[in-house]
Each structure stands twice: as C-alpha cells, then as structure tokens.
C-alpha cells in the first residue's frame, strides 16, 4: 500500500495505514526501548530545534541580584504553527515549503512512534515511507480554509484532546500486551494492533486540524 492508494478509502486530508507484520523479531522487540533511543534523539533534535532559553536578571541600585526569571521559546514545530496560523489569517496563504516540512517532519513522527509502539521491525527512516503510510492533502488556503478558524481550532478541538487522553493510556497498556504476547508468538495480536493504529490516526486528524492547519473539517470521533 501506497500514500495513493490510501486516498481512495477515506476523504478526510489526513490519513493513516500502518502494514501489518506476520511475524516480528523477538530480539527487537525485547530492547525496543534501548534501540529507540538514537532515532529518537535525531527526533527530538529536529522537532525542538530554535528552542531556546531566555533568562531576566533584575538588579537593584547596588548591583545586587534580587530576582531573575527564565522563559523556554517554542522550537521548530511550534514557530511553523505560529507562522502558518498569521500566514492564514493576514494573507490567506499556506506556503507550499511549509506545509511539505510539515508533513514529512510527521511522517518521521509517525514511522517512529510506530516503531516504539512494536508495528514495525523497520529501523525508522528519516525520509523511506516504509510500512507506514501517511498522506496529507495539499490545502488552498483561500478557498479550503476560513482565515479566522486558526485562532480557536485548539479550543474547538479540546472534546477530542479529552478523549485521546484516556485513548493513550490505553494504547500504553495495549503496547505492553503486545510486547508479552511477542516475545512468546513472534506475533502482534491482530485487535491491539488495529487499536494502536487507530489511536494514531485520531492523532494525526487531530493534529491536521489544530495544529497543521490543513482543513477546516472537524475530525471525526473515529478510530476508523
């Protein structure tokens, strides 16, 4: 399966298929938590890049220090929201460049939560799409998007934040069972992994709509 071929089952502009494994490695899985951690790391260095730490020093007459605060800057992904979200509102546009990055930097994401979450034996690649197939559609900001939504689709989207909270815990526990139940079969139980997948693809809606910005359609109470 494709990113293409996923467009043909579903219209929503974010979209999710994750291939299932027949058999996946014992050994993997076992320290899938210490394999995880160089990817991750290259992860975390690119989604949080430009955070910074900015400190305030108050002084008084004398010189003295008498109180000083910090602030932590929002990184790559929080800036790209900031500046699409004003690029909607003032100009009604969605750079093309933007939205690319955008979509790639949560294909890695994916591929790697998928990874940490046992779907895959796949090493995640930080540009192959893998068994992880994701597709997000293309927006025209002017006649797709309404420029005044970016301002509360975070607030509109708190009831699925709600759900989602309860929904992870328990993928948590559904990724626990999976690690058990491969270490003794070699197999993912076909129903926990329907079910992780589909946490992820709430996520992904979710995140299309409040934070990417790339539809107007509210996402559906669906793990479809």
Same mark, same amino acid.
Request: cysteine-free; charged content about 20%; overall charge negative.
């Given at each position: 399966?494709?990113?293409?071929?996923?467009?043909?089952?579903?219209?929503?502009?974010?979209?999710?298929?994750?291939?299932?494994?027949?058999?996946?490695?014992?050994?993997?899985?076992?320290?899938?938590?210490?394999?995880?951690?160089?990817?991750?790391?290259?992860?975390?260095?690119?989604?949080?890049?430009?955070?910074?730490?900015?400190?305030?020093?108050?002084?008084?007459?004398?010189?003295?220090?008498?109180?000083?605060?910090?602030?932590?800057?929002?990184?790559?992904?929080?800036?790209?929201?900031?500046?699409?979200?004003?690029?909607?509102?003032?100009?009604?546009?969605?750079?093309?460049?933007?939205?690319?990055?955008?979509?790639?930097?949560?294909?890695?994401?994916?591929?790697?939560?998928?990874?940490?979450?046992?779907? !895959?034996?796949?090493?995640?690649? !930080?540009?192959?799409?893998?068994?992880?197939?994701?597709?997000?559609?293309?927006?025209?900001?002017?006649?797709?998007?309404?420029?005044?939504?970016?301002?509360?689709?975070?607030?509109?989207?708190?009831?699925?934040?709600?759900?989602?909270?309860?929904?992870?815990?328990?993928?948590?526990?559904?990724?626990?069972?999976?690690?058990?139940?491969?270490?003794?079969?070699?197999?993912?139980?076909?129903?926990?992994?329907?079910?992780?997948?589909?946490?992820?693809?709430?996520?992904?809606?979710? !995140?299309?709509?409040?934070?990417?910005?790339?539809?107007?359609?509210?996402?559906?109470?669906?793990?479809?």
């Amino acid at each position: 399966m494709t990113t293409t071929d996923i467009k043909k089952t579903t219209a929503y502009p974010a979209r999710l298929e994750i291939d299932y494994p027949e058999k996946l490695d014992r050994l993997s899985t076992f320290f899938r938590i210490i394999w995880i951690i160089p990817i991750a790391i290259i992860l975390g260095l690119v989604s949080g890049a430009g955070e910074t730490i900015t400190n305030t020093v108050f002084l008084n007459e004398a010189g003295e220090v008498i109180n000083t605060t910090s602030e932590t800057v929002g990184g790559l992904a929080s800036g790209l929201f900031s500046a699409t979200a004003l690029m909607i509102i003032f100009r009604q546009r969605y750079p093309r460049w933007w939205f690319d990055f955008s979509r790639e930097l949560t294909r890695f994401e994916t591929r790697v939560g998928a990874y940490m979450g046992l779907l !895959t034996d796949q090493y995640p690649s !930080t540009d192959d799409e893998q068994s992880v197939h994701l597709a997000i559609d293309y927006p025209d900001a002017e006649t797709d998007l309404n420029r005044w939504l970016p301002l509360v689709k975070w607030l509109l989207a708190i009831p699925h934040f709600i759900v989602l909270i309860f929904l992870s815990i328990a993928s948590i526990f559904a990724v626990i069972l999976a690690w058990f139940a491969i270490l003794f079969t070699g197999r993912y139980p076909k129903s926990l992994f329907d079910f992780n997948v589909g946490v992820s693809r709430w996520w992904l809606r979710v !995140t299309a709509y409040a934070f990417l910005l790339v539809t107007d359609s509210y996402p559906p109470f669906s793990l479809a």
